[in-house]
Every structure is written in C-alpha cells, then in structure tokens.
T-cell receptor, first 115, second 111 residues
C-alpha cells in the first residue's frame, strides 16, 4: 500500500519567515495530495490540495508543489504569522478501485511561529 | 449545516467494555471514514465506506467494527476495549475523491 513520509517533524520559525514542509510518497499511481492544518484540540481542516495534472498551486500565502518523477510534494508558507502555528499533515490517495477515496497521511509537522 | 458531528466528545472505558462511537453528516456525501490519531503517528484509517451499504477495512481495523446505518450515519464499535485503543477518533466524509471533512473528534481513554 501507499506510504507517506513527512519531514521535518517539528519546525520553528520567526514571524515573517517562510516555512517549508516536505512529503514523499511511494505509490506512483497516487494522484491527489491534500494538506491539512490541525490546531491544538481541533479537527484537521483542508488548507490546500493538488492533483497530479499540475505542478504547483498557490492560495495567498500558501503554495504546494508536486514532483511526480521524484514522488514528492511540498507545502510552502510565506510571511508566517503566529496563527500559522499548528500541526500540518500531508496525505496522498490513488484513484478508484479498492483504494477509492482512501487517504494515507504523513506523520505530521508541528510548526511554531515565534512573534 | 452542522457538517460532520460525532458523539460522545469524551469517553473513559475499562478494559473489556464495549461502546459505539456515532458519526453523522448532513452534506449528502457518499463516502465516510473512521480514523484514529495517536501522537507522532498522524491519522490512520480504521474503516471506510465508499457508499451506503458498503464498508471496507483500512490500515488498522483489528478490534473494531463499523456499520453504515444509512447515507448520513457511520458508527464505529469497540467490542472489547483495550488500552491500546486509547486514542482520538475522527470521523470524516467526502463526496467521491474530493475534500474530506472531519468531525470534532472523540477522545477515548481505556483504563
């Protein structure tokens, strides 16, 4: 089955700096890659996603890049703010069949933004 | 719309006790999922239901059973709880292979 590795496990930055979180996946058939943000004690919420037919997607201060050849994708947060502090999870899923809709998650990155 | 709701929010069980975690969604989604979240291990899929009337095992199904009661509701049952099942449980739903929306979670402690 799919295996998703996420790095780093913790990331500490100063307010205004950029933060980058990287994930690698094992199943070359995977074609959907969402990123979730989870604040302390809250539910995971989707912040951005990318499908395998594009290499990059941007939404204000957040961007995701995908390298299908290398089987890795990254989350980029620019101009970080204290409210960006949370746990971030990457995930991957493959189309159809017995894996329909199933997401495999990375282990998570604890991002701390210091004022 | 309430989105995805879960009950209870907190539960403490003794080893060997049974319980059912309830999940409901009002977004008319076809697919529903149960995850457990343990420190340092991300979210792991226990069971999922691609559509009403179907259920399939995920990554960590042992010790659990599920019921897709109707399109709205998907329950998770622990028949004989064990300390290793102490975790936070999240239910989620999605339309096809689109965004998964999570419930608020159930924090379960098994003594």
């Amino acid at each position: 089955g799919e295996n998703v590795e996420q790095h780093p496990s913790t990331l500490s930055v100063q307010e205004g700096d950029s933060a980058v979180i990287k994930c690698t996946y094992s199943d070359s058939a995977s074609n959907y890659f969402p990123w979730y943000k989870q604040e302390l004690g809250k539910r995971p919420q989707l912040i951005i996603d990318i499908r395998s037919n594009v290499g990059e997607k941007k939404d204000q201060r957040i961007a995701v890049t995908l390298n299908k050849t290398a089987k890795h994708f990254s989350l980029h947060i620019t101009e970080t703010q204290p409210e960006d502090s949370a746990v971030y999870f990457c995930a991957a899923s493959r189309p159809g069949g017995t894996s329909y809709g199933k997401l495999t998650f990375g282990q998570g990155t604890i991002l701390t933004v210091h004022p | 719309n309430a989105g995805v709701t879960q009950t209870p929010k907190f539960q403490v069980l003794k080893t060997g006790q049974s319980m059912t975690l309830q999940c409901a969604q009002d977004m008319n989604h076809n697919s529903m999922y149960w995850y457990r979240q343990d420190p340092g291990m991300g979210l792991r899929l226990i069971y999922y239901s691609a559509s009403e009337g179907t259920t399939d095992k995920g990554e960590v199904p042992n010790g659990y059973n599920v019921s897709r009661l109707n399109k709205r509701e998907f329950s998770l049952r622990l028949e004989s709880a064990a300390p290793s099942q102490t975790s936070v449980y999240f239910c989620a739903s999605s339309e096809r292979r689109d965004t998964q929306y999570f419930g608020p979670g159930t924090r379960l402690t098994v003594l």
